[in-house]
Structures are given as C-alpha cells and as structure tokens.
C-alpha cells in the first residue's frame, strides 16, 4: 500500500466503530469513515477531547457537533499550506492521504525538469476540488526558480467556492505569483473544449467523485463515465507526457481496475510503466493502515 506517512500536523489518532479520530493541527475531529468495520477498543483519554464531532443520520448525509473550533484553520504539509474548514459531508477541505501521491508527481517532475531544464511543462488537474495537487505541482517548479518556473498548473472544477478555496491555499503556500490557471468548468465539457483548440498537456491529475454534477447539471457516474473520460483526456496528452495519475476513493474500485484503464489507453500508446496501489495513512494508536482508496500511476 502507499502511505501517507509524512505528515506533521495530521494523524490519524484511531479509528473504531464507523468513525476515525483525527488531528488536524492541534484540533481532534471525529468523523465517519466507511471502511472502519471493526470495534476495536477505545482509549477514553483519547477519544473525549474532541473539537468536533459529524453525525451521521440516519436519512443520510449527517451534521457537525462543534465544541471548540475556529471557523478556519491552518495545517502544512512540507513547505504547502491548507486552510481547513469544516463543512457539508464530513469535509475539511483536505484528503491527507493524497500527500502521497502529491510526493509521488513532484518527483516524477523533479525528474523530468532535471533531464530538460529548457522545457516547459503543462500539468492539468481535474476535479481538483482545494487544490492540494494543484499547489504541490505549482511547488515543485516554482519554488525551484520563482522568476522562471517551467511547471504550468490548470486546475479545473465544478465547484466556484471550491475554486477560490484553492487559491487561498495557494497565496497562503508562497504560491499567488506561480503560473497557475484557474477555470470554473465540467471536466467533459473542458477536455472536450481543449481537444478542439488542439490544446496539450504533458501531465494529468484526475480524482474523480462516485457521482457528481457539472455547473451546468452535468451528471458524472464513475463506474458509467470513468473510461471514456479517461479515452478523452488520452487525447489532449502531448507527445512527450510525463505522468497521469488517477485516483478512486470509491470502494469497489480496485488498484487493478486503474491499471487496467490506464494500460490499455495510455501505456499502449506511450509505452511507459503503470502502477496501482491501493493509499493509506498510519494508525497511531495501532500501528495499523487505514485505506482510503487506491490510486492508479502511468509515467514514461
Ligand atoms: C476531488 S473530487 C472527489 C474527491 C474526494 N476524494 C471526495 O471524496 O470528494 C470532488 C471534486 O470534484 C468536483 N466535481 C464534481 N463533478 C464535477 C464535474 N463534472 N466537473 C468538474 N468538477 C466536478 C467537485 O466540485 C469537487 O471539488
């Protein structure tokens, strides 16, 4: 599995009963995570000083019992900043477990920049919700040479709010000045849009929901919508690509699966060496992993 193992200001505390305890900072969330099945023990004097609590109801969806927490706060991840807000559906605003894939494509373009420091690379991050991709690939290049950065970020969702809360995350990473492109749009219909302006990326992020809707209503099924998409963006890769990178937190969506969608669509094509795994982050009361989905990685 690939861990998220090294993060400072977050852990996974425990997790039993449905829920997983957090810390984010010096705040201690408790929110309901799926695949947590088993009903371990649980330590009282970790599991009552909580922040906040989300319930989830029995109609579906759920809401946040707050006890001391500020409206906004600040985590960091290496040199990256995240503004953290609690809100609908459990969310904070942030995946911890993407930290390592974040790791993962700074080094595939750490690489691809030291083999050719002239050239310019154009990384395009989809469904890129607070833009923990976004700002990490942004990172790499321009924290590098902040008057020449040769790493171009396009970061693309439905979502105004969740645009503009990536921006923040941004400017409060040392990011405002870095070449990054931010479009409120459905991803079909911006792949769709830039593979008729002939427009090419050298990298693509993708972290799809299980279902979600464009501004525009668009409906989005993963299992329904994942391949021809994946088919789409095939076409707007340039002739060198450096990575694609796809990610599932839908249980059900093997590491395979993503292996064998980006064997037969991109590997075919461009050569190159897939891989998949499934992502996780350590327990600190057990020194156990919990999943949090699988991720799916071409590189050339
Ligand atoms: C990052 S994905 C989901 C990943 C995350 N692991 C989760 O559990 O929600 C969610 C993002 O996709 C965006 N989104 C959903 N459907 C979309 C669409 N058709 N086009 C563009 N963005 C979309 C949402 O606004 C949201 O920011």
Sequence with gaps: MWVADNWKDYEVLDCSSGEKLERWGKYRLLRPDPQVIWSTPKNPSLWEKLNAHYHR?????????????????????????????????????????????????????????????????????????????????????????????????????????????????????????????????????????????????????????????????????LEESLYPFVELCVQVLSDKPVFFLINSYTTGLQPAVLSYILNTLVAKKYGGEVEANEIGLPVTSTGLTLPCGASGRWYS
Excluded at 87 to 94: N, Q
Excluded at 98 to 109: C, F, G, P, T
Excluded at 146 to 159: G, L, R
């Design 57 to 221: 109801s029995s109609k579906g969806g759920g809401e946040w019992e707050f006890f001391d927490l500020p409206e906004q706060w600040t985590i960091g991840y290496r040199e990256l900043k995240f503004n953290l807000k609690p809100f609908s559906f459990k969310h904070t605003g942030l995946f911890p477990e993407q930290a390592v894939n974040w790791d993962w494509m700074r080094s595939r373009l750490r690489l691809a920049l030291d083999k050719e420091p002239d050239r310019n690379f154009k990384v395009l991050n989809l469904f890129a919700y607070t833009g923990g991709a976004t700002v990490a690939c942004a990172a790499e290049g321009y924290f590098g040479d902040p008057h020449n950065s040769h790493i171009n970020v396009t970061h693309v969702d439905a979502s105004k709010g969740m645009v503009g809360w990536a921006k923040e995350n941004a400017a409060i990473s040392g990011l405002e000045n870095a070449p990054i492109r931010y479009l409120v749009d459905d991803c079909q219909k911006f792949i769709e849009r830039e593979i008729r302006r002939g427009n090419k990326y050298d990298a693509i992020i993708m972290d799809p929901p299980s279902y979600g809707r464009g501004p525009k209503g668009e409906i989005w099924k």
